[in-house]
């Protein structure tokens, strides 16, 4: 199948390499010219521009898009006027759920399908495949099924559950989980839940690091705990590997990023009223790490002076 690939950092170059060792071909572009090259070797065509893209691209015309968040309407706005009615649109990126019906909506004015998937995979998805959640209409997504098929990880990824039937549907690595943004919705709740396993994995070792009267061998625990251990998974496996490398972490300052999936994921609890403790603890841990709550701590040194004459440690 012919896919063009807009978008070619840490993710979009990798996934482009694991289409085209399936045997797909891939348009790519991207506004470093040098990125689209750095395919060629792999055996993709490069796009200089949209419209030359487009050209390349066979009808109907499927195109990926994998660009931050927040300059996926314009890439979609300029993109749209190169393409036909019965051409297909994918955003492969973290979009909010809220905005995927209303680009469908737009793009069906012109005949254009729009599906958005979440894709789970990072720096290691070219060899162990990409989890995708996928959103928009049936035949859309039924049209697309190849191209989902050789980025997922496929059945051996994970244990089947039972080994009845053929592998089919999320055992695979792929799920069409609903109409328009269930894509998103569901990427955006996967990545809150990141942010609590994190959270909780990093306070485990910190408690460790700062036992009174023990010194334990963080490397070694993580190590210990990947075989056999409950709390056993891939991040375990991740964070042992760091451990491993730098044992103290000098070369992390701990200032941690968040990239709006844990805040939409606490603003649609809290909409719809549900509780989540747990992944609310871990997004406002990260803006702690990043000093965010340096004025609130100064203040309560400041109200302890006041009422009690306590002195601030130093």
């Known amino acids: 199948m012919h896919l063009g690939m807009i978008g070619l950092g840490r993710m979009g170059a990798n996934m482009s390499r694991r289409l085209l060792k399936a045997g797909h071909q891939v348009v790519a572009h991207d506004r470093s010219p040098e990125a689209a ?3 060629v070797t792999d055996g993709a065509t490069v796009a200089l521009t949209l419209a030359d893209l487009a050209r390349q691209l066979p009808t109907p015309r499927a195109v ?3 660009v931050p968040a927040q300059v996926v309407d314009a890439t979609i706005d300029a993109l749209a006027p190169h393409l036909a009615a019965g051409d297909l649109i994918i955003d492969g990126g973290n979009s909010h759920f809220q905005e995927d019906p209303k680009r469908a909506a737009r ?4 005949g254009i399908d729009y599906v958005d998937v979440g894709t789970s995979g990072g720096v290691w998805g070219l060899e162990r495949g990409y989890c995708l959640m996928i959103g928009g209409s049936a035949d859309a997504v039924a049209r697309l099924d190849p191209i989902f098929r050789a980025l997922a990880p496929d059945v051996g990824a994970a244990p089947r559950q039972s080994t009845a039937g053929e592998p089919a549907g999320a055992e695979l690595g792929y799920l069409h989980c609903g109409a328009s943004g269930a894509g998103h919705f ?4 996967h990545n809150a839940i990141e942010y609590g396993l994190m959270a909780a994995y990093a306070e485990g070792f910190n408690v460790m690091k700062h036992a009174p009267g023990y010194e334990f061998n963080l490397p070694a625990i993580s190590e210990l705990w990947r075989r056999g251990s409950v709390v056993g998974s891939w991040l375990l496996d991740l964070t042992a590997a760091a451990l491993h490398q730098d044992p103290h972490l000098q ?11 844990g805040r939409w994921t606490a603003h649609t609890a809290i909409d719809a ?6 992944l609310a603890a871990a997004l406002f841990s990260r803006f702690s790490s990043r000093g965010e709550e340096e004025f609130a701590n100064r203040l309560l040194s400041a109200m302890r002076n006041q009422f009690g004459g306590h002195v601030e440690a130093k």
């Open 64 to 66: 990926w898009i994998m």
């Open 37 to 39: 090259q750095a395919l």
């Open 273 to 278: 009223a549900v509780p989540v403790p747990v």
């Open 186 to 189: 569901v990427k955006m709740v």
């Open 251 to 261: 070369a992390f300052a701990g200032q941690v990023g968040d990239s709006g999936e």
């Open 107 to 110: 793009l069906a004015a012109s």
